[in-house]
């Protein structure tokens, strides 16, 4: 069998220079001896689309996923539901599938796409409400060229039909569209479905792996061990990602929705939208694990005649350092595990490095999960994550644990699960793009001067919404042409 399949690799001279390359295409193998055949039948059968014609989503298809596995859809079915198989106009930053490339206003020279437009200044970097979904958005058509083809300090090449008019660099988001509900929770659901995807998704996660906690500590590592509660928490997020990626991206995590407005141009103003939710979700989590295990937790502490917050169900509630280990190591402990998973999440989105297969980057999300769980977690209880640290002790403190769980390590939960696991989401999202990431969407690539005339935008909108300093506004505006020029 092996010589076979030497054989098929040498019938036209040439093999695989890597592990990836013969992976890349698995029918390669089996399709060579009749590929001159199929080329005469059919001419483009086998024609593979280049790197330019093809597009890149978050969550799959940069619109909508199409259905899959040739299931019966009644001829009368999508007239009936005009929603079903539509492709959608907005970028979602997903861990299951590489990240969109999107333009950002560093990356541009000030000048819009069509010259006879002026630039609006007024706009910020986010432009949900002013931004249409229509047919000119760039990731609505499959002969754009993604970014990572183009040197960072150039625009992106985009065919001369689909130029859009007066658009601004950032991404774009869909507005709602009144056709198509069946009724009017349809159409609140389409304007919130984002954050509802976000709450849904982390409360899955961190009940099942607060859950898999009580059972360990609990149960005194008789249904359970740190061994086995470290892929307990991979796995769960691994199912919250699969079960929200394709919606709002299945962050679930303030550091790497923060890391991803930051790298990758998610919109800043759902950044605060997103970790809202996914505050929500931790403690709705939090509470359901504590009602589901409430017996379990009232027992052991019993057993010990300790009070709940001294039981040992207190370590799978919460999240604190040991008692021996420094606050220094605690929190470049929860720096580094942070780091190292927006890194491989970078990694794993960036469609020009190696990206899995189809359908195995949220798998692969949990697999890294349970590694950091085990290799980082015996220091400080490997949060990486401030939301789940967050709502769980809310619910501890309104359970009657105490206040003074928001007070134990010098507010632990402040520069712990928070300060220092943001930090290291950005630092090793800088990391990656510094080393390996060559997209323009990244800061990082900005040419000096673009990168100048962002930081003067962002400081004449934000002066703008806070009414500070209005004198100061024109100033900017005239260092903005003048970098401009």
């Known amino acids: 069998m092996a010589d076979r399949e030497t054989s098929r690799r040498q019938i036209d001279g040439r093999h695989p220079s ?13 399709s060579q001896d009749f590929q001159s055949d199929k080329t005469i039948q059919n001419p483009q059968e086998n024609v593979r689309p280049t790197l330019g014609e093809q597009q890149f989503s978050v969550a799959g298809h940069p619109g909508r996923a199409q259905p899959q596995g040739g299931g019966y859809v009644h001829p009368d079915y999508v007239h009936y539901n ?21 333009v950002r206003r560093g990356m541009t020279n000030g000048q819009p796409s069509n010259p006879e437009s002026k630039p609006d200044y007024n706009t910020d970097t ?8 229509t047919q000119d958005s760039p990731n609505a058509h499959k002969d754009q060229i993604p970014a990572s083809e183009e040197p960072p300090t150039q625009n992106p090449i985009r065919s001369d039909k689909h130029k859009p008019r007066n658009e601004d660099p950032e991404a774009k988001v869909a507005r709602p569209d009144d056709e198509g509900f069946f009724n009017r929770w349809g159409r609140i659901r389409f304007v919130i479905r984002e954050p509802l995807a976000e709450w849904l998704g982390t409360t899955i996660a961190m009940t099942l792996g607060l859950c898999a906690g009580f059972s360990t500590y609990a149960s005194q ?29 299945g962050h679930l995590n303030p550091a790497i929705t923060i890391s991803m407005s930051v790298w990758r141009g998610f919109p800043a103003k759902k950044c605060v939208v997103y970790v809202l939710a996914q505050i929500v979700g931790a403690i709705t989590a939090g509470g359901l694990a504590y009602a589901l295990y409430h017996d379990t937790i009232v027992n052991t502490a019993a ?44 990694a794993l989105g ?57 007070r134990e390590q010098h507010a632990w939960w402040i520069w712990g699960p928070w300060a220092a696991d943001i930090a290291g989401g950005l630092c090793g999202g800088f990391l990656y793009d510094l080393v390996i990431f060559t997209g323009g969407e990244s800061p990082i690539n900005y040419p000096r001067r673009r990168r100048k005339r962002a930081w003067l935008i962002k400081q004449k909108n934000l002066r703008s919404r806070l009414h500070l300093g209005r004198r100061k506004i024109g100033d900017i505006e005239r260092a903005v042409h003048e970098v401009e020029q």
């Open 303 to 346: 057993v010990k005649g300790v009070s709940q917050a001294d039981s040992p169900a207190r370590q799978a509630m919460i999240t604190t350092p040991k008692d021996f280990v420094h606050p220094v190591t605690a929190f470049f402990n929860e720096f580094v595990g942070t780091a190292v998973l927006v890194a491989t999440i970078m």
């Open 350 to 406: 960036d469609d020009t490095n190696a990206p899995p297969g189809a359908g195995m980057q949220a798998f692969i999300v949990g697999i890294v999960i349970s590694v950091l769980v085990l290799s980082l977690g015996y220091n400080t209880g490997g949060c990486f994550n401030g939301a789940r640290d967050f709502g769980p002790r809310l619910v501890a403190v309104m359970a009657g644990w105490g206040g003074h769980l928001f």
């Open 82 to 102: 005009p929603q079903y198989g539509q492709e959608s106009n907005a970028p979602v930053w997903s861990l299951a599938q590489p990240l969109p490339r999107v």
């Open 18 to 30: 890597s592990l990836v390359d013969a992976l890349a295409d698995p029918t390669d193998v089996q």
């Open 126 to 133: 986010d432009t949900e409400e002013k931004t249409k979904g």
């Open 221 to 249: 590592n008789q249904a359970g061990s740190f061994a086995s509660l470290a892929p307990a928490w991979g796995f769960a997020f691994m199912i919250a990602i699969y079960m929200a990626g394709g919606i709002s991206g």
